[in-house]
């Protein structure tokens, strides 16, 4: 292991399973997708059957709240040690580079393990590594749980450097040869190809280092994104895990005092990614509003103060064609039950991004009773499926411009809530590297 404390990184340990696991059972997505699609899940434990599986070390989110949350709360932390303890997984040292195929783009990442001292999910916070979307705190106790009494941690946490220059992960492509193959697989349920390969060789170590100490220099930092000069630097931003970083920041901060500042609780793995990387969509999450009660439509005339064009539309695809043909200064959005589909137009937004407006509609609507429950939802298929189910509604939203990213996080802060996805749900991180936390 190496500390990078300039940049807040290390080179960790990371623990692989053996060259005798099925890397197919054993990977599967990050936790938080397919939550109102249990099936999925279904689906990967009869695949899985009794191999070895980060499946067995995760809790689904689509299990909340059932017989089997219990199940996977009891097992986790005893699985975690059985597979260390038996051999199923192995160590190597090093920053690991990826490549993921998936739905015809290649993403290419970077295995590495973040400092949580120099990281803030705190509003307004001038940390080194931040946050991109609010965090909901009461979806924490859960997680954190977990990752108390847990041996290993496993990420599906993807993190993002604004490299437009392409000068960190890129010229590895070219650099394979000198690094030493980890794996190369399937990944299960269309989730595409991925290899691994680690950093071996020290000078390119260097060089990945080196490259991302270039991205914070004082005064490339402040050209690049017209600020003042003694604007604080900001390396990383949470793309998606924004949850799972939250609770390891937590957790860490809860149980530091007494512990060694090397203590490996102090990091988190994650995989870097750049945002301007050809394989990095970034997608909108669509809410979905289970047991309406209270007529949405006629909740937004009154939330809105009647500052709404809303219009009536044939099928989804008109609606899909509306809403992504629309001017930058516009914030339309569609919404749809199983009566039909409408074109709502927001004339005088208070919030900056479309989102936000509906987020925080939904938030009043939520507490003043008007429907039983939301989810957030990936994909059009899904929400369309779901959203005309009776007794629920759909809200379709508009993607955000990935290059805009870090400058709005830099001036106005963290966005809201679940404002966009990396992707849609199968092309998600799975979970396959491990780290030791204890």
């Known amino acids: 292991m190496k500390n ?33 699609q249990p099936e999925y899940w279904q689906k990967a434990q009869e695949i899985i059957g009794d191999s070895p599986s980060t499946f067995w070390m ?5 299990f909340l709240g059932t017989d089997q949350e219990n199940v996977h709360q009891r097992t986790i932390n005893a699985r975690m040690k059985e597979y260390v303890e038996n051999g199923v997984l192995q160590p190597v040292n090093g920053f690991i580079y990826l490549e993921r195929t998936v739905g015809g783009k290649k993403r290419k990442g970077l295995i590495a393990a973040l400092d949580l001292e120099e990281y803030s999910f705190k509003k307004g916070t001038k940390s080194l590594i931040r946050a991109t979307e609010g965090t909901i705190i009461e979806r924490l106790p859960p997680r954190i749980k977990i990752r108390e009494k847990a041996f290993l941690e496993i990420p599906h946490i993807l993190v993002l450097i604004d490299d437009p220059q392409k000068t960190v992960i890129e010229p590895l492509t070219g650099q394979k040869t000198k690094m030493d193959p980890l794996y190369d697989f399937d990944l299960m349920q269309d989730g595409g190809h991925l290899e691994g390969y680690l950093l071996s060789d020290e000078a390119i170590e260097k060089s990945v280092v080196e490259a991302l100490q270039q991205l914070i220099v004082p005064e490339t930092f402040t050209r690049k ?16 895990g924004n949850h799972s970083l939250a609770t390891a920041k937590s957790v860490w901060d809860k149980k530091k ?10 990091y988190a793995l994650v995989e870097i990614v750049n945002i301007h990387d050809e394989g990095i969509l970034f997608e909108p999450i669509h809410r979905l509003v289970k047991g309406v009660k209270a007529e949405p439509l006629d909740a937004m005339k009154k939330f809105f103060s009647n500052d709404l064009e809303i219009e009536k539309l044939a099928n989804f695809t008109a609606l899909q064609e509306k809403v992504h043909s629309q001017n930058e200064d516009e914030q339309k959005f ?20 479309t989102v936000g407006n509906v987020q925080n509609f939904l938030d009043q609507y939520l507490a ?22 009776e007794g629920n509604a759909g809200f379709y939203l508009p993607a955000m411009q990935k290059s805009k990213l870090f400058e709005t996080v830099i001036k106005d802060g963290a966005l809201p809530r679940k404002t966009f996805s990396m992707g849609e749900a199968n092309e998600k991180r799975f979970y396959l590297e491990c780290r030791k936390i204890q």
């Open 225 to 240: 994104y017209g600020l003042e000069p003694d604007e604080a630097p900001f390396l990383f931003a949470v793309g998606d």
């Open 368 to 389: 003043n009773k008007g429907a039983a429950d939301i989810d957030y939802v990936h994909g059009d298929e899904a929400i369309l499926s779901l959203g005309t189910d």
């Open 257 to 266: 005092e007494g512990l060694p500042a090397d203590h490996p609780a102090r």
């Open 58 to 62: 995760i809790l689904p989110e689509a």
């Open 4 to 36: 990078y404390k300039s940049i807040g990184i290390q080179a960790p340990e990371v623990i692989l399973p053996c060259k005798e696991i099925d890397y197919t059972k054993w990977a599967v997505v990050a936790c938080d997708q397919y939550t109102s």
């Open 334 to 353: 569609g919404y749809f039950d199983s009566r039909g589909f409408w074109l709502v137009n927001i004339l005088n937004p208070e919030h900056t991004l």
